[in-house]
């Protein structure tokens, strides 16, 4: 067979081009092998949590109160007692028919004095009749008011005003000089009476309660005088209270009576929200923090009170919310490690405080899988305003 002779400068080209092809190579996988990773990008859902707490706030707490844990507030306090009497109608009514009753005056033209019987009837025009309820005696050339009574019960018999004649009297004289007329109208045929419902009591109650607190409370602050930053805090407490009817009785007005005892303590309320706030990052646990507190949401009322200790407990209420951190044991990178994108996915949806997920691998059309190196995965929090 004959040798192939390759000059030495052949074997200088080759050599330079092998290393030049070894060093491209090389680079190329440098490169990749460089920028070779994969992100995985979180968008957090906001979880609610709530903080239900009962501090103490005294009017001259001591330096160890206000330095320690138990977070002793500052404020004022003043109390006060109001009492009252007010009228009231209740809204229903019932309705029963009665004995409609008047006056008649009857006039007397004659010089001579005329006298009836209990019990003489007046026809109205429409013929109903009313009685007299006492004897009547009319002088002479007089008049005199008569209370009747109407025959029958019944709402037809409250009538306006008009002419009556006398049925019974027979003699010609006394019919044309003696009238009778009435001035005002008949009443009582239908009564309607006011029925108390315990409805009407509760409700007449709470406005009692309502008036005596806002007269109250008008004095306590005139008392307390609170800087804008302040707010009070009240309990009210029923001493006594009358009322003269109950559920059922027919009434067409009933009273009530009532004296209260209000109870205030005014206080910083940025100091009450920062302790409400310093309350509620406790109660999130590791692996998340506080996105976002709801202002309003605090909410705070007396449950004990000394004015001789000048002190009291407040119970406060405060609403925020809660997204994970990186640091969370859900997000450890290890978990990741040589995973698909589909195992990713399936993994977060067990997760309620997890929004929205996307993986990005690089290079995307080399790539299929999360890189088993734990420093070639980058997990990135996307936060949203709460």
């Not at 007397?108 to 013929?127: D, E, M």
């Amino acid at each position: 067979m004959p040798k192939i002779y390759i000059s030495p400068q052949q074997k200088i080209a080759y050599l330079f081009l092998t290393l030049t092809s070894l060093t491209i190579i090389g680079t190329i996988f440098g490169f990749f092998n460089l920028l070779y990773k994969a992100e995985i990008i979180i968008t957090p859902k906001a979880q609610e949590i709530d903080t239900n707490f009962t501090t103490q706030i005294k009017e001259n707490p001591n330096n160890e109160e206000l330095t320690t844990n138990i977070k002793v507030l500052t404020g004022k306090f003043a109390e006060t007692i109001e009492e009252g009497e007010f009228n009231f109608s209740p809204k229903g009514t019932i309705s029963t028919e009665g004995y409609a009753e008047g006056t008649i005056t009857l006039s007397n033209n004659t010089w001579t004095n005329v006298t009836f019987v209990p019990s003489t009837r007046f026809a109205s025009p429409q013929g109903l009749i009313f009685r007299a309820i006492n004897k009547i005696r009319i002088p002479a050339k007089g008049s005199v008011d008569v209370p009747v009574r109407a025959d029958k019960m019944g709402a037809e018999y409250d009538i306006g005003p008009c002419s009556f004649t006398i049925p019974n009297l027979r003699n010609d004289h006394l019919k044309k000089n003696i009238s009778a007329k009435s001035q005002k109208s008949m009443t009582g045929g239908l009564k309607k009476t006011g029925i108390v419902m315990q409805t009407d009591l509760d409700q007449a109650r709470k406005k009692v309660q309502e008036k005596l607190y806002v007269q109250a409370l008008e004095k306590i602050k005139q008392e307390l005088l609170p800087p804008p930053d302040f707010k009070i805090s009240l309990k009210s407490n029923v001493l006594e209270e009358k009322i003269n009817a109950q559920a059922g009785d027919e009434k067409g007005e009933f009273t009530i009576s009532t004296k209260i005892k209000i109870q205030a303590v005014s206080f910083n309320e940025k100091d009450l929200l920062n302790l409400a706030i310093e309350r509620l990052t406790e109660k999130i646990p590791a692996g998340k923090k506080l996105a976002a507190y709801e202002p309003d949401s605090l909410a705070y009322h007396l449950i004990e009170y000394s004015l001789e200790k000048k002190a009291a407990n407040l119970e406060v209420q405060l609403r925020g919310y809660m997204i994970l951190t990186p640091e969370n044991e859900i997000l450890n990178k290890e978990l990741f490690s040589g995973m698909d994108k589909e195992k990713i996915y399936e993994y977060f949806n067990q997760f309620p405080e997890i929004q929205e997920v996307k993986i990005k691998l690089w290079p995307s059309w080399l790539l299929k899988k999360v890189p088993e190196e734990n420093d070639r995965i980058k997990i990135k929090i996307k936060h949203e305003n709460v």
